[in-house]
């Protein structure tokens, strides 16, 4: 035989065994690697990319030439690789655990979307390119057009606006539109439940509207005494989300619609948790007259780290005159589009951004609904509404749900009453969920709940994932409730950082690296 | 102070050494703004017990000089990193003078709210305004019924 | 399903958990009437490869850009991008994380942003940049609405030289918030109309540069003029590879500038998703819209990235903050950095050369033909196709037919303007000299000469 003469060890040796307090020399830790900015490892003079001489010079612009240094660094290749490879190993992301931020959708993306998004046909097309080339891509919008429409039982949808607070402002404008052509300019009040998200009051206010806040009931729910009491003849619009960000369906949202529409104001639904419904119910049904849908939430399309997003905008038949251009029409020689309100509907608004909207979510959310079909999109619905009630029934044990009759909706709302006397807060609870793997929840939103805790799972989630995140939240409630603070007021501990000053951030602002700037920032 | 945070459950002891050496007294508004008063100046700014509340000040703006002023409008904004709140105007007048030195130094307001902290100074339109406002022992027993 | 890992005894033990008897008791707070209990009337559940197929027949029936003789800007531009971006942008950790509210675990994405607003500010020549807006048009926009807070002032002028779809959109949105647009006749040389019109009420002058006719404008006279005014200049570039040759908008005077990104790092894609940039002087920082993200420490003292100055944004001011926007272009942000870390300094100037430098042969191919309109242009040239040969759109249309996609029609942007007979060809460094005498000598033909 022959004899491994090296006598290399394979099993570890007890100096191994435990590395409390350890610090590597170089501050790397194992896989995790320490990471200067580009502008510290880069050069000017360096490049990763190969071009061919110019035939001509810029003699021709004369002094429109930029002399100065532009004051970019470069990298190779290789160094280009590792520089955001490891950046990258320092995110938290869906494809790696539990991503349970309420109201936000964190599902899981599909591949096929993004290999569908990459073909030439749909990714290497350009805008203004003859719509005769591009019939195809003009087809898809189409389709993915019918099946909103579909979805939300709602006759028209305007597809351009590229994320949901953009919808909003689409919506509104369309609301406004349909006032000010009836003749009712004047309506300028709209009208905003106080546990609605910050992006609700922003875009009334954008459109010059002037916002008042409806009270809640006590079930977490519109409370409809207050709303009537401040609809008028210069309310425009209520603008209402559905289920809504306490994760919990509007039982009265049929009336709701009557008494708005009989102020003569249109109903505004924000359609961040359409996810919890997709499928099932319509919100044409609902008496809606308009709601925008985040593609990149219940359409799977990625978050990307904060975007791109999309959020078209379903239209009753009332605002539908209304929408913005471009949009897709059937045609004699197939399909094109309408680019220039003006000529074929002088009751347009106007124009949201400066093309056909965001195609490459489109075609993604297209896969992704004709992957699932009305089949699969209902059992997403039922699905992700399932996993919210499983954690709210399981965390009850040791949390304080917010709202804790009846069932929740695609998420599930805790306050932090269970926390009281710990020394524990939200924020801290949170912090510590970071140090066991997970991503933590929504926090401090709605603002209607005192120290809250949105959590949505998804219906992308295993049983064994949701028992694995309940099982982690309740050791960690328990041992907050057993006076194990410590654990919480410092954490993250396992994170590439720990908590990061926010107020040094705000007070004296570095929002770009400039080469006099030192290698850190000195502590006030 | 028209404050998005939630104030803790347990509200902070007042701790003002600095008041008891005022030749004027200070006058309060129930939205924790305070006045003191010289001559026909008004110094105007947030009680300790808002700058308490509201965390790390980051940022104030003030108002510009010469800007007229109406009681119970926002005239000043003070932001810590989470939030943003208007700070209304406790008098009526016109601003003679804004507290230049926080903007460099926002955490002034922190550090002393009562005194350093001011944000304006304003020339009184209606000095009777000012004795409509609470004195010390009348805001603190306002406090406790927070 | 496949995305679906729920099993149904998962769903029977978990419903035995929550103590309901079934689904549909969950969904007990939905009107009856708005329960549907058949379902809706689309088609079923797909396997992949039916969905692949689907899509793939739908593809095919586009003809991309690549395929051919291209000549389309006017806004989009189709550059080479390196297949290292595609991959890292496709790495879990940057394309299935969310926006980073927690900052311990999101370094990733935040000190991304860091490096995107630090090249963003060094390509326009201003001093801070926000994370990315959704797309030109709408950072134009939002820099109109944010010159209105700086100067309290309502009226805005756009040039003429501003892309239309770009006015537009200023026009919907800032007009929405109570702003008078002035919006200037199409013109290729602006200048002296946009100087003409500025007054005391004047919060802002948007000019465009290189302008959607491709010419090259010094605005150093309109900022002075503006200034004067007390007055904001908004200097917007749709083509941002021409940072890397031309004097930036704030060695030229602007207060913010805005520009489409698209260009660097990302594709075509059909008109989205794209990135707006959006740069100012570092004194209007606190009435920026969107997000920002800065330096700061960790509680140990080592270097960190935050979002900050949060207090402008929907999320805390709600009502009053400087922006509606939430989501924006993180993607195509961190698309842009990677395309511009590897490209650097001389690589950025190398590609915008060779960019200027088929325009000029373009130029120079078409001079005989056409009658070239743009004195001085970066990649792009508007040229007026003779009175013979109909108007821009019919000579596109019968270039067609030779496989040549022959730039864009003025009046598909603006149909109203008269300019039916200007037609605007783009060039970039996937432009071969194949392509210009391929179209030169189509046109030559379809003019008959």
Known sequence: MTMNSVGRPTAPNAAANGAEGFASLTGARGLLQDEPLLFELGGWDKTGVDFDAPDHDASDLGDLVRAAPIGLAGLSEPETMRHYVRLSQKNHAIDLALYPLGSCTMKHNPRLNEKMARLAGFADLHPLQPVSTTQGALELIDRLAHWLKTLTGMPAVAMTPKAGAHGELCGLLCIRAAHEAAGHGHRRRVLVPTSAHGTNPATAAFVGYSVEEIAQTADGRVDLADLEAKLGPDVAAIMVTNPNTCGLFERDVIEIARITHAHGAYFYCDGANFNAIVGKVRPGDLGVDAMHINLHKTFSTPHGGGGPGAGPVVLSAALAPFAPAPWVVHGPDGLTLVEEAKDQAAQAFGRMCAFQGQMGMFVRAYAYMRSHGSDGLRQVAEDAVLNANYIKAMLSAEMTPAFPDGPCMHEALFDDRWLDGTGVSTLDFAKAMIDEGFHPMTMYFPLVVHGAMLIEPTETESKRELDRFCEALLALARAAKAGDAQRFTGAPYLAPLSRLDETLAARKPKLTWRPEHDATPAAE | MNQRVFPPRVIPVLNCPDNLIRENPMRFTKDHEWVEVDGDVATVGITAYAAEQLGDVVFVETPDVGKTIKAGDGFAVVESVKAASDVYAPISGQVVEANAALGDAPETVNAAPEAAGWFAKVKLANPAEVEALMDRPAYEAYLQTL | ?449
Request: glycine share 8%; with cysteine; proline share 4%.
């Open chain 3, 1 to 449: 399903m496949r995305y679906l890992p729920l099993t149904p005894d998962d769903r029977a033990q978990m419903l035995g958990v929550i103590g309901a008897p079934d689904i549909d008791a969950l969904f007990a707070d939905v009107p009856a009437a708005a329960r549907k209990r058949e379902l809706f009337d689309l088609p079923r559940r797909a396997g992949e490869l039916e969905v692949e197929r689907e899509l793939g027949l739908l593809a095919a029936r586009n003809r991309p850009a690549g395929s051919g003789p291209f000549f389309c800007g006017a806004g989009a531009y189709r550059h080479h991008v390196p297949a290292t971006v595609d991959h890292i942008i496709q790495r879990s950790e940057f394309l299935t994380s969310y926006t980073p509210y927690q900052p311990e675990i999101a370094q990733g994405t935040l000190q991304v942003l860091f490096e995107f607003q630090t090249q963003v500010a060094a390509l326009t020549g201003m001093d801070v940049a926000n994370a990315s807006m959704y797309d030109g048009s709408t950072a134009c926009a939002e820099a109109v609405m944010m010159s209105q807070r700086v100067t309290r002032r309502e009226k805005a002028i756009l040039s003429g030289g501003l892309h239309p779809h770009y006015a537009a959109v200023t026009q919907t949105i800032a007009h929405a918030e109570g702003m008078h647009i002035v919006r200037q006749a199409a013109a290729l040389d602006a200048e002296a109309a946009v100087i003409a019109a500025i007054d005391a009420e004047t919060a802002c002058v948007v000019v465009q540069t290189p302008n959607v006719f491709g010419v090259v404008t010094d605005v150093t006279r309109i900022a002075e003029a503006a200034h004067a005014a007390g007055a904001l200049l908004i200097v917007v570039t749709t083509e941002a590879v021409s940072f890397g040759l031309l004097k930036s908008p704030g060695e030229m005077g602007a207060d913010i500038a805005v520009a489409e990104g698209q260009s660097i790092g990302n594709a075509l894609n059909y008109g989205g998703p794209y990135i707006g940039l959006f740069a100012c002087r570092e004194k209007l920082v606190r009435q920026m819209p969107g997000r920002l993200c800065g330096e700061t420490i960790d509680a140990q003292g080592r270097r960190g990235y935050v979002l900050t100055l949060s207090t402008r944004e929907q999320h805390i001011r709600r009502e009053k903050a400087t922006s509606n926007i939430c989501t924006n272009s993180g993607l195509c942000a961190l698309a842009f950095t990677i395309h511009l870390s590897l490209l650097g300094e001389v690589g950025l100037r190398q590609m915008a050369a060779l960019n200027h430098s088929r325009a000029r042969e373009l130029a120079a191919a078409l001079g005989g033909v056409v009658e070239v309109l743009t004195p001085r242009f970066f990649n792009e040239i508007a040229v007026r196709v003779p009175k013979r040969a109909g108007d821009a759109s019919s000579v596109v249309e019968a270039l067609l037919t030779d496989g040549i996609v022959a730039g864009v029609p003025y009046s598909r942007l603006d149909p109203h303007a008269g300019l039916d007979d200007i037609l605007l060809l783009a060039c970039t460094e996937t432009t071969t000299s194949e392509d210009i005498a391929a179209l030169s000598a189509a046109l030559k033909r379809r003019l008959g000469q």
